[in-house]
């Protein structure tokens, strides 16, 4: 049986195409396609301008988006992105907290994870992330 991959696809209401560039912003990336509702494609006058589909890649990850038609932002669900140093994570915190909120900031995860540390936060779009990264500290410990 053939392998198939599984593309995460967010939904946004009405700031798409925004949200895509502040995570490529954030994490890396670019996006590989874009498409827009217009009068010709679209019935509903309210959904015209707003991203119809998107494709983008954040590392090494392929993610797909689009701005839905009244739909709330998810529900139990969140994005984990795996960071290879405190100042890589720093620096997506800092862009994604802008309008967002911090649940958890950037701090080691308790023993006997502590190698590595964590922030958990709701960008301004509504969705969760976990940002996470080597905790320097336990780095290069005999």
């Known amino acids: 049986m053939k392998e198939h991959k599984i593309i995460t696809y967010l939904e946004f209401g009405g700031n798409c195409e925004e949200a895509i560039n502040a995570y490529i912003a954030a994490f890396g990336g670019q996006i590989l396609y874009l498409s827009h509702w217009d009068e010709n494609n679209c019935e509903d006058i309210s959904q015209v301008g707003r991203v119809m589909h998107a494709e983008f890649q954040l590392g090494g990850t392929r ?29 997506a915190v800092s862009i994604l907290e802008q309008g967002g909120e ?25 969705v969760l992330w976990i940002i996470t990264c080597p905790n320097p500290d336990k780095q290069n410990v005999g």
Request: hydrophobic share 35%.
């Open 102 to 126: 911090v649940i958890n900031p950037l701090s080691p995860h308790p023993a006997p994870d502590d190698g590595g540390m964590g922030c958990v936060l709701r960008d301004r779009y509504g």
């Open 63 to 91: 993610m797909a988006a689009g701005d839905a038609f009244g739909a709330q932002s998810p529900r139990g669900m969140k994005l984990m992105i795996h960071m290879d140093t405190k100042d890589e994570a720093e620096h």
